[in-house]
């Protein structure tokens, strides 16, 4: 990685943007609108991304900039690792299936990519703990404080995590498949690496273009090291961390993984007790989410709204509508939507809604396909998890 000071693709962009824009957004530039404002990208070794740290590595893109794209450029993809990544000699990398099955095996990645076909799933990664910043103003979490940036959406190419399952033989009562990384890190004085699992029926049963995957390209490129070079999960609608990057191990078995980021971190608490902690599911589904990313004065008594929405990783992983207020949720316009719509992926949508007054606040939510909402609020965790209540955005920052 680079550490060495760049311009920053922020102040170009803003440049660029001013000279570029109808007169429209400059107005709202100078109105005080809070467009874009992003200073901690001016700091970040990643073009592109706001660093929250560097090592390990997390860093999220600008959502104005992130909403630009259906299928989110690698520059603009978030990255959020436990460790700074492993450098895998590509030659050397075997990945291990074991367990609960008939026909233990490592692979090469010349072998795993040789044997079964090439599987493509386009699906949003969305890390548990978007939105954090927001969680944090109910009472403050540990925890990076991400934006709504932490999520982006790729077309995952590799092989069918269930053709790999079918071909090692699963043997009798096998129910979860436990996923190891490559990621050795120091965790409370002990070296743990990152693992996870997830139900073997999750594994088994996917409709088609959704199907998890052993991948090793995301948008038609090999994986960089921080996407979890040479080989990663992908786990559609399920939460970022059951996406394990540098896979070395793939264990069948019987219960889930005694991991720590399956056992223990990952879970709904609101105390730190080891009854809370053991008694709490670990964390699969993401939760239905929208989130406002930009918001453009029309000069007609009108703005425009622009966002995402990101369906929820259960039921059939599709959006029935989004909508939005500025009269605090009395009444509601549904938004366009823009993009295309696929199972476990986001959508991006715009709306013009009426700005009474300067300090107005515009609210967004979603809908699922079976007509259940986002919450108003969302309950406070320990971990700042799963945060989905209502986004609220004042038109001008007070
Ligand atoms: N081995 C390993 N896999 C990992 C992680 C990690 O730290 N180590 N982070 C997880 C988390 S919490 C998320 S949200 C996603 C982020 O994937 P990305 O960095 O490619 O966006 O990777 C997951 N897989
Ligand atoms: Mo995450």
């Not at 400059?26 to 809070?34: D, K, R, V």
Request: aromatic share 8%; glycine share 10%.
């Amino acid at each position: 990685m680079n550490n060495a000071p760049i311009e920053t693709p922020w102040r170009l962009n803003r440049r660029r943007l001013l000279q570029a824009a109808p007169t429209g957004l400059i107005g709202w530039f100078a109105a005080g609108g809070t467009l874009l404002a992003d200073p901690a990208a001016a700091d970040s070794p990643w073009p592109g991304l706001i660093a929250h740290s560097v090592d390990p590595p997390n860093a999220e893109p600008a959502v104005p900039t992130l909403i630009r794209n259906w299928v989110t450029p690698l520059e603009h993809f978030y990255i959020r690792s436990h460790a700074v990544a492993p450098e895998i000699d590509p030659g050397k990398f075997r990945l291990k299936v074991e367990g609960l099955v008939r026909r233990p095996t490592e692979f090469s990645l010349a072998e795993l990519l040789g044997r079964f076909r090439r599987t493509e799933t386009m699906a949003t990664m969305c890390c548990a703990g978007n939105r954090r910043e927001e969680h944090s103003l109910i009472k403050p979490v540990d925890g990076v404080q991400w934006r709504g940036g932490a999520l982006g959406n790729a077309l995952w190419s590799g092989v069918s995590l269930a053709d790999v399952l079918r071909a090692v033989e699963i043997a009798d009562g096998a129910k979860h498949v436990w996923f190891e990384g490559l990621d050795p890190h120091e965790k409370r004085g002990e070296q743990i690496i990152f693992g996870g699992s997830i139900p073997l029926s999750r594994a088994l049963a996917a409709p088609a273009g959704a199907e998890p995957l052993l991948c090793d390209r995301m948008n038609g490129q090999p994986l960089t090291p921080d996407h979890g070079y040479p080989l990663r999960t992908v786990v559609p609608g399920y939460i970022g961390a059951r996406s394990v990057k540098w896979l070395g191990r793939i264990v069948v078995s019987d219960r889930p993984s005694e991991n720590h980021y399956l056992a223990t971190a990952y879970k709904l608490v609101t105390e730190s007790t080891p009854d809370a902690w053991s008694q709490a599911p670990a964390l699969m589904s993401l939760p239905l989410q929208s989130y406002i990313g930009s918001m453009t004065s029309r000069g007609d008594g009108n703005v425009r709204v622009r966002g995402y929405a990101l369906p929820p990783g259960y039921g059939d992983g599709l959006l029935q509508r989004v909508e939005l207020s500025s009269d605090g949720g009395t009444n509601w316009k549904r938004a366009r939507i823009t993009s295309e719509q696929r199972r476990y992926c986001w959508v991006l949508w715009e709306a013009d809604v009426p700005a009474p007054n300067a300090r107005a606040e515009i609210v967004v939510r979603a809908v699922d396909s079976e007509g259940r909402g986002q919450p108003e609020k969302a309950a406070w965790n320990l971990k700042g998890y799963m945060f989905n209540a209502w986004h609220r955005k004042p038109l001008r920052q007070p």
